[in-house]
């Protein structure tokens, strides 16, 4: 299975892909840090380990497999075991990342940064490690850039804060997030085989497309459900298995996520920013958006300016 399937993809022989069960799946997490860089393009390496490259504020770009991919705020980027890649800052005069090295089967002993990153002049081929291939599911590295929701979001902040404080225990908690995180990435269209979408499974994938694109649209569940032709309880059906939550909570997600990027990056009103996300009533928009966050908007605000 594992050769079958990447000799079909690439005569490289990186990530390394084997055919793992769920249940199988033990990941140990080596680094998780928020961190922020001037413009400007970074050295070409290769991993011995995984990372997801998450893009808070401002834009990247990465080439790997003679391919420039470009991460906006709100979107990841997989980096897999073994293959070569150069990051980018794209926007000036900075942008900021939150970043996470982990493996998939607890293989590695990572101590310091050279742990993770290869060293060229002394390559060591046993260190690359596996990428797990389920029956029916892409491997994550074949779709290399995701927009995950808003609780995969969270989740990635709560192992940051984990791994930074380390309490008791952490190393449970940080596995556990990160087989969460690693779910709701496989739940997304971009992860899921043509086999496994359904008929209507193209058309919900541009669906939710559109939404990110016009967040501040009147995306009810009656008006989702009559783009697709369906009943409201089939539409909410459907689109949770392609999205992994309910409309409802999707377009709340792409609102939030926008509102934070807007309360982060420009200098528009609490007023403003939440109805360009779709909410005209400001003090509904705080009530939302403490709810997600635990905190106001103007507080974010605040806070982003800190960190």
């Not at 990465?62 to 991460?71: E, V």
């Not at 005069?93 to 090295?101: D, E, S, T, V």
């Amino acid at each position: 299975m594992k050769g079958a399937y990447r000799l079909e993809k690439s005569e490289s022989p990186f990530p390394r892909i084997r055919s793992t069960p769920f249940r199988e799946w033990s990941p140990s997490v080596h680094y998780a840090q928020f961190q922020r860089l001037p413009t400007g393009a970074l050295p070409r390496r290769r991993l011995y380990d995984y990372e997801l490259l998450y893009v808070y504020h401002g834009e990247a770009a990465t080439t790997m497999h003679g391919q420039r991919y470009k991460i906006e705020a709100g979107q990841l980027i997989f980096l897999p075991s073994g293959v070569y890649h150069q990051n980018e800052v794209v926007s000036s005069p900075n942008a900021r990342f939150l970043g996470i090295h982990f493996d998939f089967f607890d293989e590695l002993d990572i101590q310091t940064e050279a742990d993770m990153v290869v060293n060229e002049a002394a390559v060591l081929p046993s260190k690359f490690i596996y990428e797990p291939y389920v029956e029916g599911l892409a491997p994550l590295s074949d779709h290399p850039v995701y927009t995950p929701p808003l609780v995969c979001v969270q989740l990635m902040e709560q192992l940051v804060h984990e791994f930074t404080m380390r309490p008791i225990g952490y190393e449970l908690v940080c596995k556990g997030l990160m087989l969460h995180i690693l779910a709701h990435l496989l739940r997304l269209p971009s992860s899921r085989s043509a086999g496994q979408t359904s008929l209507h499974g193209g058309r919900i994938a541009e669906l939710m497309e559109e939404i990110e694109a016009s967040p501040a649209a009147n995306w009810t569940n009656t008006t989702i459900a009559a783009k697709l032709n369906l009943s409201i309880d089939h539409t909410a059906k459907l689109f949770k298995q392609i999205a992994g939550i309910p409309p409802s909570e999707y377009v709340q997600s792409i609102r939030h996520r926008e509102a934070r990027r807007l309360l982060r990056e420009s200098e528009l009103s609490i007023e403003n920013v939440g109805s360009i996300v779709g909410y005209s009533d400001i003090h509904y928009f705080s009530r939302i958006f403490r709810r997600h966050e635990g905190i106001s908007p103007r507080e974010y605000r605040k806070l982003s300016k800190i960190l």
